[in-house]
């Protein structure tokens, strides 16, 4: 089984490597700032209303295992 | 140019890795210290600016029902900036909770509590840089949480992409309803390091990675667990937790004026929990203003090392903890969201409604009804109604 040590590292080094790819051989935006019309459309948002979002994420946090990676979250604990 | 930019966010990403992987609190604040120096000192900003979060006042109330407990209260968030380099607000939260839940029921009694939650924040604006600080502090009658956070978003390649780093730290103490001078401390230190990147022009992209590190009393000081089918000792939890999170998130824009949100997260920690959360989400205009979110979430763990349904006899650490049993989670919500007014020219911009609706099923698979000994399981409903001003 893998230890956690070695997830921390692979994925420590998979954002890296990500942040790499997508962007350091880059030399110039390849999605010019007046292409990025659908883009900016609020549909495209992770969160359009963080402050109701942040509860949901809190309902998962302090009924699951796992935290953590939300896009809100956090807050007290109202665990039982 | 973007040499520079390139360079300087390398070195600022090495930096926090490097502090996440020393796993030292002190060394995370320093690497965002030195990420915010090079970005400001580095001179170089591109041609579209970082933009601070829009002035707005929300108004929530929240319902949940679930596993016999109810949870209600009302919710404000007010942001304001100065349309220049601040940005602050200010939320009051309220959680009115009644429980019976399947703990309770098994060796204690029903009970109500209120928690108040107040939060304050402060956003700072400069060039393509926003950095933000702030704190809050949540109380209920035998959990007091105070939690201070420091984060730097960092825009290159002209807005292209995002590179977020943040800091929590968490100072709790943890009473005892039954017991005035029950108190013990937990305390909390979250490194995060995000990736946000335009990949098309109709593909987004978003990494975060999150390590947490959990220390002091982790238990619920109420909880028990059993031994030989009775009830007998209270939980013991190692006073160490340290957790690595990694979500990746990809958003796609569709024809008819819908996106599509696909996301996965890994988790895993050092009591041997492994978790897989999976989610997919639609957002639709049904009309110029009028838009509807549908999601459906699918989620997966094991049980800790240390947990057990019923114990065979007394050991150093014992948990029955249903949320770190093994058990699977499914979930869907709907929300619908009108545009009342939209007039960019008057002092209220725009303001919206929006209804929400969430189902929540949780299967258990070792951990068992206390009367009937069946697989427990629950289904919880949660409601939420949002007014949004914006200003």
């Not at chain 2, 209120?114 to 924040?121: F, M, S």
């Not at chain 2, 002209?158 to 709790?172: A, E, K, P």
């Not at chain 2, 065979?312 to 709907?334: H, I, N, V």
Request: with cysteine.
């Amino acid at each position: 089984m893998t230890s956690p040590k070695q997830t921390l590292k692979f994925a420590g080094l998979l954002t890296l490597a990500m942040t790499l790819l997508v962007s350091g051989c880059a030399t110039e935006a390849w999605v010019m700032p007046y292409e990025r019309e659908y883009l900016a459309d609020p549909i495209m948002l992770l969160s359009r209303d963080p402050f109701s979002d942040g509860y949901i994420a809190h309902i998962y946090e302090t009924r699951e295992g796992a935290q953590g990676g939300t896009v809100g979250g956090g807050g007290g604990c109202g665990c039982n | 140019m973007c040499g520079l930019t390139y360079f300087r966010a390398m070195w600022n990403s090495l930096a926090l890795t490097s502090a996440f992987l020393e796993h030292w609190s002190r060394r995370g604040v320093v690497a965002l210290a030195l990420l915010t120096a090079t970005s400001w000192l580095g001179g170089v900003t591109d041609a579209n600016a970082a933009v601070l979060p829009e002035d707005r006042a929300d108004a929530l109330f929240h319902y949940y029902d679930g596993g016999n407990v109810r949870v209600s209260g009302p919710a404000v968030l007010i942001r304001k900036g100065d349309n220049k380099s601040l940005s602050g607000f200010a939320h009051y939260y309220i959680d009115n909770v009644s429980s019976a839940s399947i703990d309770v029921e098994a060796y204690a009694s029903p009970y109500r509590e209120k928690r108040n939650e107040i939060a304050l924040g402060l956003d700072y604006l400069h060039g393509d840089t926003i950095v933000n600080f702030g704190a809050a502090n949540s109380n209920e009658n035998d959990y007091d949480a105070n939690t201070f956070n420091l984060g730097l978003s960092h825009e290159m390649l002209s807005g292209m992409t995002t590179l977020n780093l943040g800091f929590v730290r968490g100072i709790d103490k943890v009473g005892k309803s039954t017991d005035e001078n029950f108190e013990r401390d937990k305390d909390s230190h979250r490194y995060r390091l995000g990736v946000s990147q335009v990949l098309t022009k109709k593909w987004l992209l978003n990494i975060d990675y999150e390590i947490i590190s959990d220390d002091g009393f982790l238990n619920n000081p109420y909880r028990q667990v059993r031994i030989d089918g009775i009830f007998a000792l209270p939980e013991q939890y190692p006073t160490n937790r340290t957790s690595y999170t990694l979500a990746v998130r990809a958003l796609q824009y569709l024809e008819s004026r819908s996106s599509l949100r696909y996301e996965y997260r890994y988790f895993t920690d050092n009591w041997d929990v492994n978790a897989h959360t999976m989610e997919v989400g639609y957002v639709h205009y049904y009309a110029p203003d009028i838009i509807g979110d549908y999601r459906a979430r699918f989620y997966t763990q094991n049980a800790a090392a240390f947990y057990a349904d019923n114990f065979d006899e007394a050991r150093e650490f014992m948990a029955r903890d249903k949320e770190l049993s093994t058990f699977t989670a499914l979930s869907f919500g709907y929300k619908v969201t009108w545009r009342m007014f939209d007039n960019p020219t008057s002092i209220f911009k725009a303001g919206d409604l929006s209804f929400a609706y969430n189902r929540f099923k949780f299967d258990y698979d070792d951990f068992t009804h206390y009367a009937t000994g069946e697989p427990y399981s629950f289904r919880a409903n949660v409601f939420q109604m949002l007014f949004s001003i914006f200003y």
